[in-house]
């Protein structure tokens, strides 16, 4: 089971901290992503994370304003960016990958098993 919180209502240049929970039994490796959809559009890749090294993977049109990270301990990811823009608004939603993904392969819903509920970040301008 996935739980995701953080979202809510943020200002032009707030901050945002995202976090993704795995609840019950884990195996390793695994890969957390996060997904958003904003209104009006389809569902597009965020960023994903494996367990086994850390690795990430960032769409390309958010690549230096987010941060992906994971908490093996706690089997949790956090999705973090110092500068959210109007256009960041958005349901986001996490999904867990069994087996990991690497490269474009994350970018790829049907890669995850798994999806959160989402949670809603609204920016105001």
């Known amino acids: 089971q996935l739980q995701a919180s953080g979202g809510g209502l943020v200002q032009t240049g707030d901050s945002l901290r995202l976090s993704c929970t795995v609840s019950?039994?884990?195996?390793?490796?695994?890969?957390l992503g996060w997904f958003r959809r904003a209104p009006g559009k389809e569902r597009e890749f965020v960023s994903a994370?494996?367990?086994?090294?850390?690795?990430?993977v960032y769409r390309d049109s958010i690549e230096g304003r987010f941060t992906i990270s994971i908490d093996k301990s706690k089997n949790t990811a956090l999705l973090r960016t110092n500068r959210v823009n109007p256009a960041d608004t958005a349901v986001y939603y996490c999904?867990?990958?069994?087996?990991?993904?690497?490269?474009?392969?994350?970018?790829?819903?049907?890669?995850?098993?798994?999806w959160g509920k989402g949670t809603q970040v609204t920016v105001s301008s």
């Open positions: 999904a867990l990958d069994w087996h990991g993904c690497s490269g474009y392969d994350c970018w790829v819903e049907s890669e995850y098993d798994n």
């Open positions: 019950g039994r884990v195996s390793t490796p695994y890969a």
């Open positions: 994370i494996n367990s086994r090294d850390g690795r990430a």
